[in-house]
């Protein structure tokens, strides 16, 4: 089941990283799909679920923000 609402959220927060290019290695890892391919929608989504990674490990593991396994889940997407 979609929480379409959760995704539009998730999806601007992608846009305004990519935007901002901070993290800069979100920006990097769109380049990188859409040269693989992938569709800037795609990509998009790709980096979010990425991103929702990050919020869960911050949320329900009550651990603070890592950068560092921020962009190892980025690194990841293929």
Partial sequence: MVNYRLKKV???VVASQIRENNPPEVRQTLDRLLAAGYSRKTAKEMIGSAL???????????????????????DKLR
């Avoid at 929702?52 to 980025?74: D, G, K, T």
Wanted: glycine share 0%.
């Fill in 10 to 12: 998730i999806l601007e």
């Fill in 52 to 74: 929702v990674e990050e919020i869960w490990s911050v949320l329900h593991e009550q651990q603070p923000y890592n950068h560092e396994r921020y962009c190892a889940a980025l």
